[in-house]
Structures are given as C-alpha cells and as structure tokens.
C-alpha cells in the first residue's frame, strides 16, 4: 500500500510551530547554560583586560581585575564619547590616577563586533597576546565568536559578570546569538567599523 503524501500547504501550516518550538528550546538551553562566574583569584594573569560596556557589573568586574593585578592595563571599548574618564571613576567609586595610569577607552565601538575590532587594534598596538574579556554572562557566548575571530592569535578568557537579567535581554541576545553562529558557519562576519584609530586615555 503506498504511502500518503504529506500535503505541502500542509507542512507550510505547520511550519511555524515548528520554527517557534526550536526557538524555545534553543532558548531554553541558551539561558540554562550561560558560562558560570569565575571564582575570586582563578582568572589567569594576563598582559590586558577588556570591558565590553553597556550592563551593570562590568566596569567594576574589569577594575576588582586592574586592581588585583591580573593584568597591568585595561581597555574599556564602547564607550560613549561624551564621557570622561573623571565621570566613570566618579561612577564606580574608584580612584582616577587607577584610570590616568592604566585605562584607555575606545570610544569608536558602536556595538559588538565594533569592539572586537577595536580590541583588536588596541591589543596589537601595545603587543598583547592573553587578555581577559569581561562582559555579562549571556553576552559572553556572542561575544567569544566575534573576539576569536578579529583576533585569531590571541588567547582569550571569560570573565562572565553574572546578574538576574530580563527575559527580553536573554531573548534579544539569543537571536543575535544565532545569527552570529549562522554567519560564523557561512564565514560570513556580521558588519564591523574599520576604523583603524582610536582615542585613548591614559596611552603609555
């Protein structure tokens, strides 16, 4: 007895559902495993520390670093070009000769992939090869492809900044996530600014 074809308005119908039911379980796993927080200490020394901006937590995460001398200097990428170094120590309560001596800010970023490459820039001027990437726990899995990928010599570590986040921030970061995982399978980099200078503060 031969088999019934399946309709093709059909299988367009069911489509959706099916596409809605794998978003939620890739989701679901997405959120269930975001990199755990690093114990105190166990982040590796390292020649630089990156802070990716735009999250609570993360500023101070990558100054407890600065201060702990896991690495002797720190950028601080995307960060908005109308604020000074002054306001953000005044902001995170830490001393402004930590940021005269040791913080640069990239202020040409203007999203993800913008900060892998000016990172980039920034670690090849001063000859980094092991820098520590600090940036909220469900932005850390895009933001390790991108890194990885601008700068392919280096030898990156997590410093996840972990936090009760909202189900639409999860949610937005997911699908970014994706399409980072589908462009990255395709070797097709999401848009990034090329430029190739930077403001910094406080440049030996």
């Known amino acids: 007895m031969a088999k019934k074809r399946k309709s093709p308005v059909r299988m367009l119908i069911k489509a959706p559902f099916y596409l809605i039911a794998a978003w939620l379980l890739g989701f679901g796993y997405?959120?269930?495993?975001?990199?755990p927080a690093v114990p105190e200490g166990a982040t590796p020394k390292s020649d630089g520390i990156?802070?990716?901006t735009g999250g609570a937590g993360r500023l101070e995460a990558g100054l407890a670093l600065l201060e702990a001398k896991v690495a002797d200097r720190m950028l601080i990428s995307g960060v908005n070009p109308v604020v000074e170094p002054?306001?953000?120590s005044a902001l995170t309560g830490?001393?402004?000769a930590l940021f005269d001596c040791c913080v640069?800010?990239?202020r040409a970023a203007p999203n993800t992939a913008g900060n892998a490459t000016?990172?980039?820039l920034w670690a090849q001027a001063r000859g980094y090869r092991t820098l520590v990437l600090v940036t909220a726990d469900y932005h850390m899995p895009r933001s390790l492809i991108l890194f990885r990928r601008a700068m392919p010599g280096a030898t990156i570590f997590a410093h996840p900044v972990?936090?009760?986040w909202p189900v639409l921030y999860l949610a937005n970061e997911y699908n970014k996530y994706v399409f980072t995982m589908i462009g990255e399978a395709f070797k097709r980099a999401p848009d990034a600014p090329a430029a190739q200078t930077m403001k910094a503060t406080g440049a030996a």
């Open 162 to 164: 972990k936090g009760e």
């Open 104 to 106: 640069d800010l990239d």
């Open 118 to 120: 000016e990172s980039n």
């Open 50 to 52: 990156i802070v990716l």
């Open 94 to 96: 830490t001393e402004e």
């Open 86 to 88: 002054r306001e953000l």
């Open 30 to 35: 997405f959120s269930l495993t975001l990199p």
